[in-house]
Protein backbone atom coordinates (compact mmCIF):
# COMPACT_ATOMS: atom_id res chain seq x y z
CA UNK A 1 0.00 0.00 0.00
CA UNK A 2 1.63 3.36 -1.15
CA UNK A 3 0.82 6.16 1.79
CA UNK A 4 -0.91 9.70 -0.14
CA UNK A 5 -3.04 12.07 0.76
CA UNK A 6 -5.92 10.12 -1.37
CA UNK A 7 -5.26 6.68 0.72
CA UNK A 8 -5.32 8.95 3.84
CA UNK A 9 -8.24 10.44 3.35
CA UNK A 10 -10.20 7.12 1.85
CA UNK A 11 -9.28 5.64 5.37
CA UNK A 12 -10.30 8.57 7.02
CA UNK A 13 -14.00 8.53 5.52
CA UNK A 14 -14.10 4.58 6.14
CA UNK A 15 -13.15 3.93 9.86
CA UNK A 16 -9.47 3.17 9.02
CA UNK A 17 -10.59 0.03 8.64
CA UNK A 18 -8.38 -0.55 5.36
CA UNK A 19 -4.86 -0.59 6.46
CA UNK A 20 -2.93 -3.73 6.44
CA UNK A 21 0.09 -4.74 8.34
CA UNK A 22 3.09 -3.16 6.98
CA UNK A 23 4.89 -6.65 6.39
CA UNK A 24 4.26 -10.02 5.81
CA UNK A 25 4.69 -12.52 9.32
CA UNK A 26 6.77 -15.04 7.22
CA UNK A 27 7.44 -18.47 8.52
CA UNK A 28 11.22 -19.52 7.35
CA UNK A 29 11.63 -21.44 4.59
CA UNK A 30 14.31 -24.70 5.07
CA UNK A 31 17.13 -22.67 2.58
CA UNK A 32 17.59 -19.00 1.41
CA UNK A 33 20.61 -17.19 -0.47
CA UNK A 34 21.19 -15.14 2.22
CA UNK A 35 20.15 -15.14 6.00
CA UNK A 36 21.04 -11.82 7.98
CA UNK A 37 20.52 -12.24 11.62
CA UNK A 38 19.15 -9.49 13.16
CA UNK A 39 16.14 -7.37 12.37
CA UNK A 40 16.87 -4.20 13.79
CA UNK A 41 17.36 -1.01 11.43
CA UNK A 42 20.67 -2.66 9.80
CA UNK A 43 19.89 -5.34 9.55
CA UNK A 44 16.51 -4.27 7.55
CA UNK A 45 18.32 -1.91 5.42
CA UNK A 46 20.65 -4.48 4.49
CA UNK A 47 17.51 -6.63 3.40
CA UNK A 48 16.53 -3.70 1.39
CA UNK A 49 19.48 -2.67 -0.50
CA UNK A 50 20.34 -6.25 -0.90
CA UNK A 51 16.98 -6.61 -2.91
CA UNK A 52 17.33 -2.62 -4.20
CA UNK A 53 20.93 -2.32 -5.38
CA UNK A 54 21.54 -6.49 -6.23
CA UNK A 55 18.25 -7.90 -7.06
CA UNK A 56 18.74 -10.97 -4.15
CA UNK A 57 15.24 -11.29 -3.12
CA UNK A 58 16.11 -14.52 -1.38
CA UNK A 59 16.87 -13.76 1.72
CA UNK A 60 15.18 -13.97 5.36
CA UNK A 61 16.11 -11.86 8.34
CA UNK A 62 15.74 -13.59 11.29
CA UNK A 63 15.20 -11.64 14.75
CA UNK A 64 14.84 -12.97 18.17
CA UNK A 65 12.80 -10.87 19.11
CA UNK A 66 10.00 -8.60 17.47
CA UNK A 67 11.10 -6.16 14.75
CA UNK A 68 13.35 -3.19 15.99
CA UNK A 69 12.85 -4.05 19.21
CA UNK A 70 16.90 -3.44 20.24
CA UNK A 71 18.95 -0.52 20.04
CA UNK A 72 16.74 0.81 17.17
CA UNK A 73 14.29 1.25 19.89
CA UNK A 74 16.58 2.91 22.32
CA UNK A 75 18.88 5.22 20.27
CA UNK A 76 18.52 8.85 21.05
CA UNK A 77 17.80 9.29 17.35
CA UNK A 78 20.44 11.96 16.39
CA UNK A 79 22.18 11.94 12.81
CA UNK A 80 25.27 13.99 11.69
CA UNK A 81 28.04 12.64 9.78
CA UNK A 82 30.58 15.64 11.12
CA UNK A 83 33.32 12.65 12.35
CA UNK A 84 36.78 13.71 12.06
CA UNK A 85 38.61 11.01 9.86
CA UNK A 86 38.52 10.10 6.12
CA UNK A 87 36.92 6.89 6.44
CA UNK A 88 34.54 7.72 8.81
CA UNK A 89 33.33 10.85 7.39
CA UNK A 90 33.08 8.94 3.99
CA UNK A 91 30.82 6.31 4.99
CA UNK A 92 28.46 8.45 7.67
CA UNK A 93 28.24 11.32 5.44
CA UNK A 94 27.29 7.97 2.48
CA UNK A 95 24.54 7.73 4.87
CA UNK A 96 23.04 11.14 5.52
CA UNK A 97 22.85 11.67 1.73
CA UNK A 98 20.90 8.34 1.97
CA UNK A 99 18.41 9.90 5.61
CA UNK A 100 17.86 13.11 2.77
CA UNK A 101 15.69 11.03 0.23
CA UNK A 102 15.29 8.11 2.50
CA UNK A 103 11.86 9.27 3.43
CA UNK A 104 10.70 9.82 -0.50
CA UNK A 105 12.16 6.28 -1.22
CA UNK A 106 10.72 4.35 1.51
CA UNK A 107 7.66 6.06 1.23
CA UNK A 108 7.11 6.45 5.05
CA UNK A 109 7.36 9.33 7.06
CA UNK A 110 10.60 9.20 8.97
CA UNK A 111 10.21 12.69 10.45
CA UNK A 112 13.56 13.67 9.67
CA UNK A 113 14.34 16.87 10.93
CA UNK A 114 17.67 18.48 9.64
CA UNK A 115 17.46 21.00 13.02
CA UNK A 116 21.44 21.74 13.24
CA UNK A 117 23.17 19.31 15.65
CA UNK A 118 25.84 21.72 17.92
CA UNK A 119 28.94 20.13 19.50
CA UNK A 120 29.84 22.16 22.75
CA UNK A 121 33.93 23.52 22.96
CA UNK A 122 34.03 23.78 27.16
CA UNK A 123 37.90 24.30 27.29
CA UNK A 124 40.87 25.18 24.82
CA UNK A 125 41.33 21.55 24.06
CA UNK A 126 37.84 21.52 23.18
CA UNK A 127 38.43 24.88 20.83
CA UNK A 128 41.06 23.52 18.77
CA UNK A 129 39.72 19.94 18.33
CA UNK A 130 36.25 21.28 17.27
CA UNK A 131 38.11 24.22 14.64
CA UNK A 132 40.05 21.38 13.49
CA UNK A 133 37.17 18.86 12.64
CA UNK A 134 35.25 21.62 11.05
CA UNK A 135 38.01 22.33 8.81
CA UNK A 136 38.84 18.15 8.26
CA UNK A 137 34.75 17.69 7.51
CA UNK A 138 34.85 20.64 4.97
CA UNK A 139 37.82 19.39 2.68
CA UNK A 140 35.73 16.05 2.92
CA UNK A 141 32.77 17.55 1.61
CA UNK A 142 30.96 17.71 4.98
CA UNK A 143 28.75 20.87 5.96
CA UNK A 144 30.80 22.67 8.99
CA UNK A 145 30.40 26.03 10.32
CA UNK A 146 31.83 27.25 13.92
CA UNK A 147 30.38 29.08 16.15
CA UNK A 148 31.14 31.23 18.90
CA UNK A 149 29.66 31.78 21.90
CA UNK A 150 26.93 34.36 20.88
CA UNK A 151 26.21 32.70 17.99
CA UNK A 152 25.40 29.63 20.06
CA UNK A 153 23.30 31.37 22.31
CA UNK A 154 21.46 33.23 19.18
CA UNK A 155 20.99 29.80 17.97
CA UNK A 156 20.04 27.70 20.92
CA UNK A 157 18.47 30.10 23.46
CA UNK A 158 18.14 28.50 26.50
CA UNK A 159 21.65 27.50 26.09
CA UNK A 160 23.56 29.05 29.61
CA UNK A 161 26.75 30.77 27.78
CA UNK A 162 27.48 32.79 31.11
CA UNK A 163 31.62 33.17 31.23
CA UNK A 164 31.12 32.38 34.88
CA UNK A 165 29.79 28.84 34.51
CA UNK A 166 31.48 26.27 35.57
CA UNK A 167 31.93 24.86 32.38
CA UNK A 168 31.72 27.86 29.70
CA UNK A 169 30.40 27.36 26.57
CA UNK A 170 33.74 28.93 24.52
CA UNK A 171 32.24 27.90 21.08
CA UNK A 172 30.77 25.27 19.19
CA UNK A 173 30.88 23.10 16.07
CA UNK A 174 27.52 23.16 14.23
CA UNK A 175 26.49 21.02 11.59
CA UNK A 176 23.12 21.94 9.92
CA UNK A 177 22.21 19.04 8.53
CA UNK A 178 22.40 16.74 10.77
CA UNK A 179 19.56 16.50 12.61
CA UNK A 180 17.10 13.89 14.45
CA UNK A 181 14.67 11.04 12.78
CA UNK A 182 11.81 8.84 14.34
CA UNK A 183 13.74 5.78 15.10
CA UNK A 184 10.82 3.19 14.96
CA UNK A 185 9.79 4.46 11.77
CA UNK A 186 13.03 3.70 10.02
CA UNK A 187 12.79 -0.17 10.71
CA UNK A 188 9.45 0.36 9.94
CA UNK A 189 9.71 1.95 6.89
CA UNK A 190 12.88 -1.04 5.83
CA UNK A 191 10.68 -3.80 6.45
CA UNK A 192 8.16 -2.67 4.31
CA UNK A 193 10.17 -1.77 1.59
CA UNK A 194 12.19 -5.13 1.87
CA UNK A 195 9.15 -7.59 2.52
CA UNK A 196 7.01 -5.82 -0.10
CA UNK A 197 10.49 -6.72 -2.48
CA UNK A 198 10.30 -10.89 -1.45
CA UNK A 199 12.58 -10.84 1.35
CA UNK A 200 10.77 -12.98 4.58
CA UNK A 201 11.06 -11.27 8.42
CA UNK A 202 11.08 -13.94 10.45
CA UNK A 203 10.33 -12.42 14.49
CA UNK A 204 10.63 -14.43 17.28
CA UNK A 205 13.14 -16.59 15.67
CA UNK A 206 16.48 -17.06 17.99
CA UNK A 207 19.56 -18.04 16.07
CA UNK A 208 21.23 -20.77 18.49
CA UNK A 209 23.93 -21.93 16.18
CA UNK A 210 26.03 -22.82 12.96
CA UNK A 211 26.62 -24.92 10.83
CA UNK A 212 29.95 -24.89 9.47
CA UNK A 213 32.10 -27.73 7.08
CA UNK A 214 35.19 -27.60 5.95
CA UNK A 215 35.42 -23.64 7.73
CA UNK A 216 32.79 -22.20 5.27
CA UNK A 217 29.13 -21.58 6.88
CA UNK A 218 25.99 -24.01 5.57
CA UNK A 219 23.21 -22.62 7.60
CA UNK A 220 21.59 -21.29 10.95
CA UNK A 221 20.46 -23.72 13.48
CA UNK A 222 17.33 -21.55 14.85
CA UNK A 223 14.33 -21.87 17.96
CA UNK A 224 12.19 -22.73 14.75
CA UNK A 225 14.40 -25.33 12.69
CA UNK A 226 17.58 -25.25 10.78
CA UNK A 227 17.76 -22.71 8.00
CA UNK A 228 20.67 -23.44 5.22
CA UNK A 229 21.80 -20.38 3.54
CA UNK A 230 24.86 -19.40 0.83
CA UNK A 231 25.42 -16.15 2.23
CA UNK A 232 24.88 -15.48 6.44
CA UNK A 233 25.67 -11.69 7.77
CA UNK A 234 25.80 -10.71 11.47
CA UNK A 235 23.75 -7.54 12.47
CA UNK A 236 23.19 -8.21 15.93
CA UNK A 237 24.77 -4.98 17.62
CA UNK A 238 25.53 -5.95 21.26
CA UNK A 239 24.89 -9.64 20.81
CA UNK A 240 27.49 -9.89 18.43
CA UNK A 241 30.27 -11.33 20.80
CA UNK A 242 27.80 -14.11 21.49
CA UNK A 243 27.18 -14.93 18.21
CA UNK A 244 30.76 -15.19 17.20
CA UNK A 245 31.06 -17.30 20.30
CA UNK A 246 28.94 -19.54 18.77
CA UNK A 247 30.85 -19.79 15.20
CA UNK A 248 33.89 -20.40 17.22
CA UNK A 249 35.69 -17.44 17.06
CA UNK A 250 36.46 -13.80 19.17
CA UNK A 251 35.76 -9.86 18.29
CA UNK A 252 37.71 -7.08 19.75
CA UNK A 253 34.12 -5.85 20.88
CA UNK A 254 32.36 -5.14 24.64
CA UNK A 255 29.23 -4.67 25.60
CA UNK A 256 28.17 -2.04 27.78
CA UNK A 257 25.14 -0.73 28.77
CA UNK A 258 24.24 3.06 27.37
CA UNK A 259 21.31 4.71 29.00
CA UNK A 260 18.75 7.27 27.90
CA UNK A 261 15.63 9.28 29.11
CA UNK A 262 13.16 11.25 28.03
CA UNK A 263 11.29 14.45 30.01
CA UNK A 264 7.85 15.02 30.28
CA UNK A 265 6.39 17.22 26.92
CA UNK A 266 6.99 21.01 26.25
CA UNK A 267 6.12 23.46 24.20
CA UNK A 268 9.18 24.00 21.68
CA UNK A 269 12.27 24.79 23.64
CA UNK A 270 14.76 23.52 22.20
CA UNK A 271 15.55 24.56 18.16
CA UNK A 272 18.15 21.81 17.52
CA UNK A 273 20.33 18.94 18.89
CA UNK A 274 22.81 19.60 21.29
CA UNK A 275 25.92 17.81 22.56
CA UNK A 276 28.58 18.19 24.74
CA UNK A 277 31.70 15.98 25.97
CA UNK A 278 33.28 18.01 28.52
CA UNK A 279 30.02 17.58 30.74
CA UNK A 280 28.70 14.76 28.48
CA UNK A 281 25.35 14.97 27.55
CA UNK A 282 23.08 14.78 24.49
CA UNK A 283 20.06 16.34 23.78
CA UNK A 284 17.17 17.34 21.72
CA UNK A 285 13.59 17.72 21.39
CA UNK A 286 10.85 15.63 20.11
CA UNK A 287 8.33 16.25 17.99
CA UNK A 288 5.91 15.18 21.28
CA UNK A 289 7.75 17.66 23.06
CA UNK A 290 9.55 15.13 25.45
CA UNK A 291 13.68 16.33 25.70
CA UNK A 292 15.75 13.21 24.74
CA UNK A 293 18.51 12.73 26.73
CA UNK A 294 21.64 10.54 26.41
CA UNK A 295 24.67 10.14 28.00
CA UNK A 296 27.53 8.08 28.33
CA UNK A 297 28.08 3.87 28.32
CA UNK A 298 27.96 2.09 32.04
CA UNK A 299 31.43 1.24 32.83
CA UNK A 300 31.00 -2.78 33.16
CA UNK A 301 30.51 -5.04 30.94
CA UNK A 302 26.28 -6.00 30.15
CA UNK A 303 23.70 -7.79 28.77
CA UNK A 304 20.94 -6.65 31.08
CA UNK A 305 19.32 -3.25 29.38
CA UNK A 306 20.03 -1.70 32.31
CA UNK A 307 22.11 0.65 34.01
CA UNK A 308 22.99 2.19 37.25
CA UNK A 309 21.49 5.27 38.28
CA UNK A 310 24.40 7.19 39.11
CA UNK A 311 25.01 7.50 35.86
CA UNK A 312 22.08 8.97 35.15
CA UNK A 313 22.23 11.84 37.88
CA UNK A 314 25.67 12.65 36.82
CA UNK A 315 24.14 13.08 32.97
CA UNK A 316 21.19 15.19 34.53
CA UNK A 317 24.13 17.13 36.41
CA UNK A 318 25.44 18.11 32.81
CA UNK A 319 21.65 19.18 31.47
CA UNK A 320 21.61 21.69 34.07
CA UNK A 321 24.75 23.32 33.84
CA UNK A 322 23.96 23.67 30.61
CA UNK A 323 19.94 24.42 30.95
CA UNK A 324 19.40 25.69 34.40
CA UNK A 325 15.92 26.49 32.75
CA UNK A 326 15.30 22.40 33.14
CA UNK A 327 15.62 22.22 36.48
CA UNK A 328 11.88 21.91 37.64
CA UNK A 329 11.26 19.04 34.27
CA UNK A 330 10.04 15.78 35.09
CA UNK A 331 11.49 12.86 33.65
CA UNK A 332 9.06 10.37 32.93
CA UNK A 333 11.25 7.01 31.12
CA UNK A 334 14.68 5.85 31.14
CA UNK A 335 15.92 2.51 29.63
CA UNK A 336 19.13 0.70 28.86
CA UNK A 337 20.51 -0.74 25.54
CA UNK A 338 23.49 -3.13 24.75
CA UNK A 339 26.04 -1.06 22.87
CA UNK A 340 28.66 -3.13 21.20
CA UNK A 341 31.81 -1.14 21.85
CA UNK A 342 35.02 -1.35 19.81
CA UNK A 343 38.81 -0.31 20.68
CA UNK A 344 38.77 2.64 18.67
CA UNK A 345 35.47 3.17 17.94
CA UNK A 346 34.66 2.32 15.03
CA UNK A 347 32.58 -0.12 13.18
CA UNK A 348 33.48 -3.79 12.08
CA UNK A 349 32.20 -4.55 8.43
CA UNK A 350 33.37 -7.25 6.92
CA UNK A 351 34.04 -10.97 6.69
CA UNK A 352 35.12 -13.08 9.79
CA UNK A 353 37.52 -16.73 10.08
CA UNK A 354 34.47 -18.55 8.98
CA UNK A 355 33.96 -18.21 4.87
CA UNK A 356 31.26 -16.70 3.31
CA UNK A 357 29.81 -15.77 7.51
CA UNK A 358 29.97 -11.63 7.13
CA UNK A 359 29.73 -9.36 10.29
CA UNK A 360 28.73 -5.81 10.65
CA UNK A 361 28.66 -4.50 14.19
CA UNK A 362 30.48 -2.50 16.67
CA UNK A 363 28.45 0.80 15.80
CA UNK A 364 29.35 1.52 19.86
CA UNK A 365 27.02 4.19 20.90
CA UNK A 366 26.36 5.82 17.49
CA UNK A 367 25.02 3.06 15.11
CA UNK A 368 21.48 4.74 14.56
CA UNK A 369 22.78 7.82 12.19
CA UNK A 370 24.29 5.26 10.00
CA UNK A 371 21.52 2.66 9.69
CA UNK A 372 21.02 3.73 5.68
CA UNK A 373 24.94 3.86 4.68
CA UNK A 374 25.25 0.63 7.13
CA UNK A 375 22.83 -1.49 4.79
CA UNK A 376 24.19 -0.23 1.93
CA UNK A 377 27.71 -1.32 2.17
CA UNK A 378 26.50 -4.38 4.50
CA UNK A 379 24.44 -5.56 1.20
CA UNK A 380 27.21 -4.78 -1.13
CA UNK A 381 29.74 -7.36 0.80
CA UNK A 382 26.62 -10.06 1.59
CA UNK A 383 25.98 -9.56 -2.69
CA UNK A 384 29.73 -9.49 -3.78
CA UNK A 385 31.35 -11.46 -0.98
CA UNK A 386 33.63 -8.50 -1.16
CA UNK A 387 33.61 -5.31 0.61
CA UNK A 388 32.72 -1.93 -0.66
CA UNK A 389 34.97 0.63 -0.92
CA UNK A 390 33.54 2.79 1.63
CA UNK A 391 33.35 -0.01 4.31
CA UNK A 392 36.91 -1.85 3.47
CA UNK A 393 38.82 0.52 6.12
CA UNK A 394 36.23 -1.17 8.50
CA UNK A 395 37.31 -4.78 7.98
CA UNK A 396 38.13 -6.89 11.28
CA UNK A 397 41.89 -7.23 10.01
CA UNK A 398 42.75 -3.61 10.84
CA UNK A 399 43.62 -5.08 14.45
CA UNK A 400 45.82 -7.00 12.94
CA UNK A 401 47.19 -4.22 10.72
CA UNK A 402 47.09 -1.68 13.32
CA UNK A 403 45.59 0.44 10.71
CA UNK A 404 42.70 1.60 13.22
CA UNK A 405 40.20 4.51 12.55
CA UNK A 406 40.89 6.09 16.50
CA UNK A 407 37.18 7.71 16.28
CA UNK A 408 37.35 7.84 20.42
CA UNK A 409 37.76 11.21 21.44
CA UNK A 410 38.14 12.56 17.65
CA UNK A 411 34.30 11.83 16.61
CA UNK A 412 32.75 15.15 18.20
CA UNK A 413 31.15 12.68 21.07
CA UNK A 414 32.99 10.82 23.85
CA UNK A 415 32.72 7.31 24.47
CA UNK B 1 23.90 0.81 41.50
CA UNK B 2 26.43 -2.25 41.93
CA UNK B 3 27.69 -3.19 45.52
CA UNK B 4 30.72 -4.38 45.09
CA UNK B 5 32.96 -6.62 47.86
CA UNK B 6 36.33 -5.47 47.87
CA UNK B 7 38.26 -8.19 49.43
CA UNK B 8 40.11 -5.82 51.61
CA UNK B 9 37.57 -3.43 52.35
CA UNK B 10 34.01 -5.46 52.38
CA UNK B 11 31.29 -4.28 50.48
CA UNK B 12 31.01 -0.69 49.08
CA UNK B 13 29.11 1.40 45.55
CA UNK B 14 30.54 1.00 42.60
CA UNK B 15 31.10 4.74 42.07
CA UNK B 16 34.54 4.05 44.30
CA UNK B 17 35.64 1.26 41.63
CA UNK B 18 37.15 1.35 38.40
CA UNK B 19 36.03 -0.75 35.96
CA UNK B 20 39.07 -3.34 34.45
CA UNK B 21 37.29 -5.52 32.20
CA UNK B 22 38.03 -9.06 31.52
CA UNK B 23 40.57 -11.17 34.19
CA UNK B 24 43.20 -13.02 33.25
CA UNK B 25 44.89 -11.88 29.87
CA UNK B 26 48.31 -12.77 30.59
CA UNK B 27 50.68 -10.21 28.67
CA UNK B 28 52.89 -12.91 26.33
CA UNK B 29 56.35 -13.48 28.03
CA UNK B 30 58.01 -12.61 24.49
CA UNK B 31 55.83 -10.10 22.29
CA UNK B 32 58.35 -10.01 19.36
CA UNK B 33 57.88 -14.15 19.00
CA UNK B 34 54.25 -13.27 18.19
CA UNK B 35 52.70 -12.82 15.15
CA UNK B 36 50.55 -9.60 14.04
CA UNK B 37 47.56 -11.98 14.85
CA UNK B 38 48.64 -13.58 17.76
CA UNK B 39 49.46 -10.24 19.17
CA UNK B 40 45.65 -8.94 18.18
CA UNK B 41 44.52 -10.97 19.40
CA UNK B 42 46.22 -10.50 23.22
CA UNK B 43 45.80 -7.51 23.09
CA UNK B 44 42.02 -6.41 21.42
CA UNK B 45 39.93 -10.20 20.80
CA UNK B 46 37.58 -10.75 24.72
CA UNK B 47 35.61 -13.16 25.58
CA UNK B 48 32.72 -10.98 26.15
CA UNK B 49 30.29 -13.76 27.51
CA UNK B 50 27.08 -13.56 28.10
CA UNK B 51 26.62 -14.83 31.87
CA UNK B 52 29.19 -15.87 34.35
CA UNK B 53 32.68 -13.07 33.61
CA UNK B 54 35.46 -13.48 35.65
CA UNK B 55 36.49 -9.48 35.55
CA UNK B 56 39.22 -7.41 37.82
CA UNK B 57 37.92 -3.81 39.81
CA UNK B 58 40.22 -1.43 41.15
CA UNK B 59 39.42 0.30 44.55
CA UNK B 60 40.48 3.73 43.37
CA UNK B 61 38.52 5.71 45.95
CA UNK B 62 39.48 3.31 48.61
CA UNK B 63 42.04 1.09 49.26
CA UNK B 64 43.26 1.59 45.67
CA UNK B 65 44.06 -2.01 44.93
CA UNK B 66 42.93 -4.46 42.14
CA UNK B 67 40.89 -7.48 42.62
CA UNK B 68 38.90 -10.50 40.85
CA UNK B 69 35.24 -10.85 41.13
CA UNK B 70 32.71 -13.38 38.85
CA UNK B 71 29.80 -11.38 37.60
CA UNK B 72 27.15 -12.43 35.46
CA UNK B 73 26.49 -10.10 32.75
CA UNK B 74 22.79 -11.20 32.62
CA UNK B 75 21.73 -9.93 35.70
CA UNK B 76 24.47 -8.21 37.35
CA UNK B 77 24.84 -10.55 40.48
CA UNK B 78 28.02 -11.35 41.93
CA UNK B 79 29.06 -14.59 43.21
CA UNK B 80 29.99 -14.91 46.50
CA UNK B 81 32.99 -16.80 47.73
Not at chain 1, 329 to 358: H, Q, Y
Not at chain 1, 371 to 386: C, I, Q
Amino acid sequence: MRYSFLTLAREALSGHRGWRPLWRDAAPRGRYEVVIVGAGGHGLATAYYLARNHGITDVAVLEKGWLGGGNTARNTTIVRSNYLWDESAALYEHSLKLWEGLAEELDFNLMFSQRGVLNLAHNLHDVREGRRRVEANRRNGIDAEWLGPAEVKKLCPPIDVSPTARYPVLGATLQRRGGVARHDAVAWGYARAADARGVDIVENCEVTGFRIEAGRVRGVETTRGYIAANRVGLVAAGHSSVLAALAGFRLPIQSHPLQALVSEPLKPVLPCVVMSNAVHVYVSQSDKGELVIGAGIDAYNSYAQRGAFHVIESQMGALLELFPTFSRLKMMRSWGGIVDVCPDASPIIGKTPIENLFINCGWGTGGFKATPGSGWVFAHLLATGEPHPLAAPFALERFSTGVLVDEHGAAAVAH
Amino acid sequence: MLLIPCPFCGPRDEVEFRYGGEAGIVRPKDPDALSDAEWADYLYMRHNPKGRLEERWFHVHGCRRWFTIARSTATHEIERE
